[in-house]
């Protein structure tokens, strides 16, 4: 098992531990002080009948009371309705402020139970086990919790960070290669964003990962998670630096909302990313062979570099609704050279739709 420590100055925050099963998850709870305290295990109903039975029985010798909520799988699930409905498992089972939410599954699972977590009571602890390589890689690391909004994605949420983040990686041998794909945006983001080096690592290993060899894929996960841990520990409410982990995402969640959601959620980043890359070279701030490596990588990958049937006119409206708005601005993202990212507020109405146009 290999372990990066979350830390806020000299106070570790969470562990975030790489497993290949569950074998040491009891003793990691036991360090928390689960035993003798209540839990429910919060997972989907793709997800339950793979592992919810081991983490019930792991959690079962310790807790004084162990309990689940299935909510059907699905960014449709994503809403304040099911929330309630967490609530009410909570309140009937009468948990208090000392008690568990076990998070199982991917990134709306995560989200939802940590949102739940983080507003139950003011605030109860929660554990992180992400079973997807998205989750594994993003959406479980630094503690951003949240829901969908109507049409508006991740509009509702709150910043509570989880009490341990375990990752089983053999849970990535159940997943298609949609999925893994999917995963590998966020992966692909970590380079392009901070790390020139991984970037290129990524690049010579695409076979490796698409075969999802172990070793390969532990090497990645654990230096896409220093990354992502890095960022958050330095910014966690994302005042400055982790503004930079949203590369891809203005014009992705755009998409993501006028497809609605029938592409995956890296699926839209890719094509943001994309976006963003064509951006930068419009700007003269990367070249276009640079913009073509991107895309080209993203391809490797199986994800979408170019939309159909969308109008731009709308993905540029749909912008002007992101959470990430500052001061009436879209805060873009965008590339100075592979490795090195930045915020940039003045990015006009034409650049964006160039940028669009460029992935039409």
Known sequence: MRTIEIRKGEKKIYDICLDNSYGHLREKLE??????????????????????????????????????FVFEAGEASKNLTVIEKIYEKLIV????????????????????????????????????LPTTL????????????????????????????????????????TLDDRQLCAGMAEVIKHGLIKNSGYYEWIK?????????????????????????GGVVERDPKEQGERALLNFGHTIGHSVEKLKDFEWLHGECVALGMAAAAAISAGKGLISGDTCQDIKEVLTAFHLPVRVDGLDPEDILAA????????????????????????IDREVSDKEILEGIGACL
């Open 93 to 128: 089972e009468k948990f208090d402020r000392k008690d568990y939410i076990i998070a199982l599954g991917g990134g709306v699972t995560g989200d939802m139970a940590g949102y739940a977590a983080a507003t139950y009571l003011r605030g109860i602890d929660f554990i992180q």
């Open 319 to 342: 912008t002007k609704s992101d959470k990430k708005m500052d001061g009436g601005k879209v805060k873009f993202i965008l590339l100075e050279s592979p490795g090195n990212a930045f």
């Open 134 to 173: 998205l989750s594994q890689v993003d959406s479980s690391i630094g503690g951003k919790t949240g829901v969908d909004f109507q049409q508006y994605k991740n509009m509702v949420g709150a910043f509570h960070q989880p009490a341990l983040v375990y990752m089983n990686l053999n849970t990535l041998k």
């Open 31 to 68: 360090e928390l002080g689960v035993p003798g305290r209540k839990v429910c295990i919060v997972t989907d109903s793709q997800v339950a009948p793979l592992y919810l039975k081991e983490i019930a029985n792991l959690c079962s010798g310790l807790a004084s009371k162990v309990t689940h």
């Open 204 to 228: 010579a290993h695409t076979a490796m990962i698409l075969e999802k060899d172990y070793d390969t894929l532990e090497h990645m996960i654990y230096e896409s998670c220093l990354i992502k």
